[in-house]
């Protein structure tokens, strides 16, 4: 079935320096989706991607969707205590599904 | 207040005793789901429902069963706990279908079985 490959798993980084986490997929997607789970927390929603080769920004963080779809990178410039958390990506199950299927994260430590 | 609710929040019980973990939103949201997240493992899908009556496994549906009656509530239930159903279970729902909408989760259950 789809997977959604996640890396990398653990991510520790001196406040103020930069995170990338990284999301494959073995199939083309139709989507994507990206949340955040704060410590302690539930996923909170971020952003969706749609477009081949689409860019998104908010604020500090900056989504890509690749152009064959089949990849997608979260990008956070400048890093704050704030943005500890475990990023999640998540694609259909498959088409026409109406699955969801999540990586299984990024967890980003931030140092201050 | 737009949200999903889930109770109980914590709950520990033992092997082979019957619970229900229940769900609810207030969003009139069509699908709504269940994950369970394990460390190491992120979140996997154990059962979605697209509307009333209609459901459907996800990835992990074995120990799990689950109803959708009425469209804001969806329990689920463990007939016959054991331990590796140890987990942290999220419930979550969205407008439409959920590989294409916003998923909203709620709160959480930890439910430990000895």
């Known amino acids: 079935g789809q997977q959604v490959m996640q890396i990398p798993q653990y991510q520790h980084v001196q406040e103020g320096e930069d995170f990338t986490t990284y999301c494959n997929s073995s199939?083309?997607?139709?989507?994507i989706q990206w949340y955040k789970q704060r410590p302690g927390g539930h996923p909170v929603f971020l952003i969706q991607l749609v477009k081949s080769g689409e860019v998104k920004k908010q604020k500090r963080l900056t989504f890509q969707f690749g152009e064959a779809k089949k990849n997608s990178s979260l990008h956070i410039t400048a890093t704050q205590t704030t943005d500890v958390g475990t990023y999640f990506c998540a694609g259909p199950g498959g088409a026409g599904s109406y699955q969801l299927t999540f990586g299984k994260g990024t967890k980003l430590s931030v140092i201050p | 207040e737009a949200q999903v609710t889930q109770n109980p929040r914590y709950l520990i019980t033992v092997t082979g005793k019957k619970l229900t973990v229940t769900c609810s939103q207030n969003m009139n949201h069509e699908y709504m789901s269940w994950y369970r997240q394990d460390p190491g493992l992120g979140l996997r899908q154990i059962y979605y429902s697209m509307n009333v009556e209609v459901t459907d496994k996800g990835d992990v549906p074995e120990g799990y069963k689950v109803s959708r009656k009425e469209k804001r509530n969806f329990p689920l239930i463990l007939e016959s706990p054991s331990p590796n159903q140890t987990s942290l279970y999220f419930c979550?729902?969205?407008?439409?279908?959920?590989?294409?909408?916003?998923?909203?989760f709620g709160p959480g259950t930890r439910l430990t079985v000895l």
């Open positions: 199939t083309t997607l139709s989507n």
């Open positions: 979550a729902s969205s407008a439409s279908g959920g590989a294409v909408d916003t998923q909203y």
